[in-house]
């Protein structure tokens, strides 16, 4: 009997295909997103061929749909047939449907033309293009409805059935910034920390930062901060875990305070200390921390 140990794992191919409108482009970005390589609209006559060239070393998923050049579904199931047979291949097919009525809403909605329509009604165009899929839709392995979906629960599904065991956790950073230099385009949460006591005020703190033990315990020292920092500390132990239920790949803290390098810093490394307790393993920023510090920025 053939030793088979030593032969390399088969290469994964999806094919993502179903109905316009039904979720088809929103699958694909979330397998790019855990590590897929992903193409949309191949034309699916090229696919023999590229089948036979240079493979990713990762899985990949391809999607195509009534639009794609070369779309006859009969042809198509007979060549995914033929590559099926291949050793080296292990090839699924995602049929994403959804219920003619919701495609429609959503094209009414968004007054993009339906690909098939043609100038007349869109649930025509929906009508006919389910008739021409219907045979990959039997032909399916997996078929997805979202008829009933928003958008962040196909994206649920799609996570669960194809991501990887090993797929990376959430990137959590956790950033201070100076609101009188601008504030971060890219904050997810942001707490504003100017209603506490300003260390830049006192003398001798001045040229220390929120990583100076001093300038710490006098901004923990504020009869403020305590509260406030619990609740703060109570959010962001609620609202994580959501986060990264939802699929989220990134999500970002920011701090502010005037000038980013007193308040906001020591209140973002507190949040970094609450967060590796929780279980998460954020990257810490400081943006204006090598500012100097600006008495006219101070008095913003």
């Keep these: 009997m053939a030793d088979n140990s030593s032969l390399p794992a088969p290469q994964r191919i999806l094919l993502v295909t179903g109905l316009s409108g039904a979720g088809k482009s929103t699958a694909l970005q979330v397998l790019e997103d855990i590590g897929w390589e992903a193409i949309d609209n191949f034309p699916i006559r090229l696919l023999g061929g590229l089948m036979a060239g240079d493979m990713p070393s990762g899985p990949l998923a391809i999607g195509f749909d009534s639009r794609t050049r070369g779309f006859v579904p009969r042809e198509i199931i007979e060549l995914c047939k033929q590559l099926s047979a291949r050793p080296d291949l292990e090839l699924t097919t995602m049929f994403i449907d959804c219920a003619s009525s919701e495609i429609e809403r959503r ?16 649930l025509d165009g929906i009508k006919a293009e389910r ?49 009188a230099r601008g504030t971060p385009p890219l904050a997810d949460l942001m707490f504003d920390m100017r209603f506490l006591d300003n260390p830049h005020w006192v003398e001798e703190l001045r040229e220390k930062t929120g990583l100076d033990r001093a300038v710490g315990e006098h901004i923990a020292a504020d009869p403020a901060f305590a509260p406030a920092f ?23 803290i920011a701090f502010g305070c005037t000038g980013g390098r007193h308040r906001s810093v020591y209140s973002a490394e507190r949040a970094a200390e609450v967060l590796r307790e929780a279980g998460f393993s954020p990257t810490v920023i400081h943006r204006n921390l090598g500012s100097r510090p600006a008495v006219p920025l101070e008095r913003r």
Excluded: C, K
């Design 107 to 122: 094209y009414n909605e968004t007054r993009r033309p339906h690909p098939m329509a043609r100038g007349r009604p869109v």
């Design 131 to 179: 008739e021409l899929l219907e045979p990959l839709r039997r032909w399916a392995e997996i078929v997805v409805d979202t008829s009933d979906f928003a958008t962040n629960q196909l994206q649920q599904v799609v996570r669960e059935t194809f991501a990887d065991s090993t797929e990376r956790e959430m990137t959590v950073t956790v950033s201070s910034f100076g609101f």
């Design 230 to 252: 619990a609740r703060i500390a109570d959010l962001l132990r609620e609202l994580l875990p959501h986060y990264a239920a939802q699929g989220r790949s990134y999500l970002n």
